[in-house]
């Protein structure tokens, strides 16, 4: 049976390992906890810190897997470099990979294709922060260069506010580099996740844009499609196939934009993988997200992708201050609105925030009712 090393093993990974499992692949889910989401559906697990180089080497040449699919950021992505030239197969390709795991080198790489990008600038300490954010406009984004799910993410705009979103920035980093980026802050009247198909054969294609809403830098709802002008999606497609096509390599990607009131498209960042506003093709699609990056991936032929039907998604957080063991109440309440459908992730302890399953329904309005009746609540 061919193998996939599957590098991050949350609730992402774990439908994508439903899917590979269904095409009969083996799966060794890898994270740095045990009994993550993926961990529960998989053939096996590895659990260790993927940002150490040699333990990640060291994984890979005990398993020889034909394909190595990264779940996340958080990982040592030189060693993917390395091991593809010594004949792995990096999904959808190292260089992707490594060009996504810090934003900066992502964004640099998108403003020299061309696209629009909000302004931003680097800064490596807080005087040089307070330099950049003074050029850039009177509100700024300030982010790690590494992290995701909103970490470390606030906006400024003043001096103090600057100097306390260094320090929550520098909390909220992943890894060992001590950089922020600072953007522009764009008024936006909507944002949108282009899911964009690359296959091994250089093919390009598109889901319907998905909607979505973000509080804390962190999705909390998505609908597909997302109700854009034609031009919009035009100029989304041209801009994501110019940037997938640089990336190389076959997967899904999920291409993020800011769309203005004037119908501006602006690049946000990409995530070279299926991506969590994309939980709702689980509702909406004849294949979902997962299957379709479950099939390219492993250069099967890309099936007919239909939307089926309108839906929305809708998370289910846990409280601002949650820790420990917990319990899940409310699911047959939600479910009264048949209509309904949901995915609890199974992650073995709550955190301030964290995402702990999905609500899926045919309108928006009922995905947020539904995800309403659903608490989380931790044990005593
Ligand atoms: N420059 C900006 N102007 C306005 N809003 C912004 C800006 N940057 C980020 N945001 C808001 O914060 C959200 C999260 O930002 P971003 O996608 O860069 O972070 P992330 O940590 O990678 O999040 P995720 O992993 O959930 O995609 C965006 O979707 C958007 O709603
Ligand atoms: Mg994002």
Redesign the pocket.
């Known amino acids: 049976m061919k193998k996939i090393l599957l590098l991050g093993s949350g609730e992402l990974g774990k439908e994508l390992t439903i899917s590979l499992k269904r095409m009969g692949y083996y799966v060794i889910a890898c994270d740095a906890y045990e009994k993550a989401p993926a961990m529960q559906v998989s053939d096996i697990s590895e659990v260790f810190n993927m940002l150490d180089r040699e333990k990640l080497k060291s994984i890979i040449d005990k398993h020889k897997p034909n394909f190595i699919v990264p779940e996340v950021e958080a990982i040592q992505t030189e060693v993917l470099i390395e091991v593809e030239k010594d004949g792995y197969t990096v999904i959808p390709s190292a260089k992707a990979v490594n060009l996504t795991m810090n934003r900066d080198k992502i964004r640099d790489r998108a403003k020299s294709l061309g696209l629009k990008t ?1 302004n931003y600038a680097y800064a490596e300490t807080e005087e040089a922060l307070i330099l950049e954010a003074k050029k850039i406009g009177s509100k700024v ?1 300030i ?1 790690p260069v590494m ?5 470390g ?1 606030s906006y400024a705009t003043s001096e103090d506010e600057v100097k306390k979103a260094w320090n929550f920035a520098i909390d909220g980093m992943r890894g060992n580099r001590q950089r922020v980026i600072v ?4 008024d ?1 009247d909507y ?1 949108i996740t282009l899911l964009t198909i690359l296959e091994k054969n250089g093919k390009v294609s598109f889901c319907e844009p998905i909607g979505h809403y ?1 509080q804390r ?3 909390q709802y998505s609908w597909q499609p997302a109700k854009c002008s034609k031009k919009v999606i035009q100029d989304a497609q041209e801009a994501a196939r110019k940037m997938v096509l640089d990336l190389g390599g076959s997967g899904i990607f999920g291409v ?1 934009f ?1 769309i203005t009131k004037s119908d501006e498209i602006i690049f ?2 990409l995530s070279p993988r299926p991506h ?1 506003t994309g939980m709702v093709t689980m509702y909406t699609q004849n294949y979902s997200q997962f299957d379709i990056h479950a099939r390219v991936l492993t250069g099967m032929p890309l099936p007919n992708i239909k939307l089926l039907q309108p839906g929305a998604s809708h998370v289910i957080i846990a409280n601002e201050n949650a820790s420990g063991d917990y319990f899940i109440e409310g699911i047959e309440d939600a479910l009264s609105d048949t209509n309904v459908d949901y995915r609890i992730f199974g992650k073995p302890v709550l955190k301030p925030y964290r995402r702990m399953g999905v609500v899926l329904a045919d309108t928006l309005e009922n995905a947020k009712k539904a995800a309403n009746k659903i608490k989380v609540s931790q044990k005593s």
Do not use: R, V
């Open positions: 909000a984004a982010k992290s995701s799910s909103g970490k993410q953007e522009e802050f764009i936006f944002e973000q830098g962190d999705y993020e800011f946000s960042e969590d």
